[in-house]
């Protein structure tokens, strides 16, 4: 959970980095009202599973942009059905309809890398260190908050 917690805050640190480099705005990005997107901390759960056996970089960067590519694709249609639409690339060259596009695409892949051989390692390497009890309150506090955040935005609303 905690490593969830981290790529999912990472991921909303990305969003808005991005929309200051990009278009100049802060935005925050997240459908949450904590800082977090947790479709990064899905895709990250998904694909350290994936590469478990298999994590050679060239292997890594070209799978994971196939595959974040198809999970952002199936993720836009998913909250464009529940009435969200948090991200738009028709301005980005190479898109299909706004939902996906390569740059973004290969921007992913990168950052999958950067998950498999840096993040992953370091979470790890944390968790072989920290007490038990201090991991397991830390990631529990962190799931509760998630989840009761999103019960709010998705359910409440």
């Known amino acids: 959970m905690l490593e969830f917690t981290v790529c999912a805050f990472y991921g909303w640190l ?4 991005l929309g200051l480099a990009v278009y100049h705005v802060w935005e925050d990005r997240g459908l949450l009202h904590l800082p977090v997107c947790p479709i990064y901390g899905f895709g990250a759960f998904a694909l350290l599973l994936l590469y478990r056996r298999r994590s050679e970089w060239w292997f890594v ?4 942009t196939l595959l974040t590519t198809v999970l952002e694709l199936g993720a836009s249609y998913l ?8 991200w738009d690339y028709s301005d980005w060259p190479l898109h299909f309809e706004w939902r996906i596009s390569v740059p973004s695409s290969l921007i992913f892949g ?3 890398l950067v998950l498999v051989k ?3 390692p370091l979470m790890r390497r944390f968790a072989e260190k920290a007490p038990a ?6 990631g529990a506090v962190c799931g509760i908050a998630i989840a009761v955040d999103a019960a709010f ?5």
């Open 14 to 17: 990305y969003e808005v980095l």
């Open 61 to 64: 960067l070209l799978t994971s």
């Open 79 to 86: 909250l464009e059905h529940m009435g969200f639409r948090p």
């Open 110 to 112: 990168l950052l999958a």
């Open 118 to 120: 840096a993040v992953h």
């Open 133 to 138: 009890p201090l991991t397991l309150v830390l």
């Open 153 to 157: 935005v998705f359910l409440l609303r």
